[in-house]
């Protein structure tokens, strides 16, 4: 099984409206809600993928028993999250429909406890021990130590289990460094973390901060990758109106099943590539679409 | 003991942030939650006055679950809400603290079935039992039938219990030909009732259609009564930055109460005036406040 955790999960709930319309009423129907954090999405469509796929991290309150509830009948997913005191945080996004644009609201997440933490690192070595490869996603939740993901990363490492890293700032600094397979950060994430804008020489530099291999969305100009094989990059076809939401829960979700089934570099960023144009929304995809796009995804190999 | 009725009820959660950006991400802490309908937010503020409240209407699923909980801890409130199939529905107000605006997202309600309506009208016959009065409150959930509000006010008038009737559109439009004792449409609800929108016509013409007492809230201009014993109008001190949120739900539990404890007009609308005025939230003020402001009610006859 993949495992996937998520220290910073969320229930998302989205609104459409024709517009957005600051200081007006609006009806937005019954909204919908949907399981959240980068993990979860990242388990959904692992799942989704036909992958048996374990999540742990955090989850409480009703808020928390939601996302449960949510996740409980998705096929191939495990539920081993450990129960927090406090509730599980909201995030709200509204759809404007006419203009195609969405607002977003996140709730702080509450305080973790060490009683929590300490319950969690050895759910995480249980876990570890019968896991292909493991997912680190996500922001970290407060009282939660930044240097948490270089230590889970070393623990992983320790256990023999690969390891992608997704998140960004300080907690991406850190992990770094513990050696990571694999780290996916944005073009934000990675200018944050390089000092760089320049994807190449950015993603590069990541290799040599720590990372095995640095795989980054670049919306219309594709994923690019180092990687001990080389310099890749995928670009699907078709008109890009920006990356659909969650379309990077699906890049990771597809390296990840890439590294698990060890199938080789320029065939991994095509299944991402195509997944990544066929999401939907964060954890879902159009299996149809992107089984129509992969044949269609140009991978070129690039000077480094 | 004092009834509301709320058929509609919400889970009202609250975000602040500095300013409302369209297609931005914001952060918003923890958020509030409240419980919320305008018949529940009546009765909070009628158990604060010190009358023992009984609120009724319909609650379900985990949104519904949390906003019993909310209410639980309440002094001389008493839940007597009838469970349904249906998740109750949240609303959503972003205030934007710089601009001092807040802008509102109304989920739907889902549907009640016919069997929770049986179940309801049950209810409601055996809390007129012994009930001094009774709060209509707020719009109508799907499900419901628009005449539903006559027929709730013909059977309170059977029981001899005085009736406040606070909606608006068709269903506002029907109870009133069933002649409640008082009914509280703001500007908007009472144009749409008349057709008009000079106050003093509206207001009359409202008691013409059945209502024995109208009163509406005009903002900066007061509150305005047409009673059997006169037109009246109350205007508290103050500069005045629009209505406060809740302010409505202020000015229905002072009249309730002082239509329970029998009091002059001028007193119930000097009340009322200083209630609305000491709103903080919806079903909450300020009582330190609202004594202060109380003496400070200029309260005028006016001619018909």
Chains 1, 2 share one sequence.
Not at 43 to 72: K, Q, S, Y
Not at 131 to 137: D, P, S
Not at 221 to 229: E, I, N, Q, R, V
Not at 283 to 297: I, N, R, W
Request: some cysteine; hydrophobic content about 40%.
């Amino acid at each position: 099984m993949i495992l996937t955790v998520t220290l910073n999960t969320a229930l998302d709930l989205t609104y459409e409206v024709p517009a957005l319309v600051p200081h007006t009423s609006h009806r937005v129907g019954h909204g919908t809600e949907r399981p959240g954090g980068r993990g979860v999405n990242v388990a959904r469509v692992l799942a989704a993928l036909g992958h048996e796929t374990v999540v742990t991290g955090f989850a409480g309150g009703p808020t928390g028993d939601r996302l449960r509830a949510l996740l409980a009948p998705v096929p191939r997913l495990t539920d081993a999250f450990v129960a927090t005191e406090a509730p599980t945080r909201r995030t709200l996004a509204v759809v404007a429909t006419r203009a195609g644009d969405t607002t977003l609201f996140d709730e702080t997440g509450a305080a973790v406890t060490s009683a929590e933490w300490t319950a969690f690192r050895e759910r995480y070595v249980d876990l570890l021990d019968g896991a292909e490869a493991v997912a680190l996603c996500g922001s970290l939740p407060p009282g939660v130590h930044v240097g948490a993901y270089a230590d889970l990363v070393r623990t992983a490492r320790s256990a023999g289990v690969p390891v992608l890293l997704d998140t960004g700032g300080e907690p991406l600094r850190r992990g770094i460094a513990a050696r990571p397979d694999l780290v996916k950060p944005d073009a934000d994430e990675l200018a944050g973390l390089t000092g760089s804008r320049e994807p190449r020489r950015a993603t590069q530099d990541a290799r040599r901060r720590g990372a095995h291999a640095v795989v980054t969305p670049l919306g219309p100009d594709g994923l690019l990758a180092a990687t001990p094989d080389g310099l890749w990059r995928a670009v699907a076809p078709g008109p890009v109106h920006g990356a659909p939401r969650g379309a990077g829960d699906s890049v990771a979700a597809a390296l990840l099943a890439g590294l698990v089934d060890d199938t080789p570099w320029p065939d991994r960023l095509s299944h991402a590539a195509a997944l990544s144009a066929a999401s939907t929304a964060p954890g879902a995809y159009d299996p149809e679409l992107s089984a129509d796009l992969l044949p269609q995804v140009r991978v070129t190999e690039e000077s480094a």
